[in-house]
């Protein structure tokens, strides 16, 4: 299927506010200020997406597709070895600003009358769920496999919340290794 020039561009802005969020965070994301490193102007986003908040949306929805697809490129049923490797990927310097963006994202959403907290809620589900079938996958309950999945993708997240804050690698290193362990043991 091809795309056609306008959702081609569409799909290009996407991609390039997705990499200047990734670098600047969401604090003062406006169109104004996004537009001269898309190479383009506000009235052009405004074209392209109507409002701020729909290009965002846009934007976070092809974060958490980037996020599925990079947790499905794992070559391997293990979920230890799936867990052990989203756990590298979270926290490899080159990603900071990927998974730095999904946490504020995420913690934003909590503020009455956010606009975005409906796609917040899908990206936590969206890993739940891709969990949830990796541990179904290698027969555990779908009811324990889903408690299961929620304990490992909140405690990575909020491991990775506490290593960017507080810069200890070694002790959130050794907790994330703990708790997959404790979580995926055979």
């Known amino acids: 299927m091809s795309r056609t020039p306008d959702e081609e561009r569409r799909a290009q802005l996407v991609s390039g506010a997705l990499d200047h969020l990734q670098a600047t965070g969401l604090g003062g994301f406006t169109l104004r200020s996004l537009a001269p490193s898309l190479g383009t102007s506000a009235r052009m986003l405004v074209h392209y997406f109507g ?25 391997t049923v293990d979920p230890r070895v799936t867990a052990r490797s989203a756990w590298a990927g979270m926290t490899d310097p080159a990603h900071t600003g990927h998974f730095t963006l999904m946490l504020q994202v995420l913690t ?5 009358g956010n606009p975005h907290h409906a796609i917040a809620q899908d990206a936590v589900a969206a890993w739940v769920e891709h969990v949830e079938r990796l541990l179904v996958g290698i027969g555990r309950s779908p009811e324990a496999a889903r408690v299961d999945a929620t304990l490992l993708t909140s405690g990575l997240k909020g491991l990775l919340l506490d290593r960017l804050v507080t810069g200890d690698l070694e002790r959130t290193d050794a907790a994330a290794r703990r708790l997959v362990d404790l979580l995926l043991a055979p």
């Open 51 to 75: 409002t701020r908040d729909a290009l965002l949306d846009a934007v976070l929805a092809e974060h958490r597709r980037r996020m599925i697809e990079a947790l499905d490129a794992v070559p």
């Open 108 to 112: 934003t959403s909590l503020e009455d």
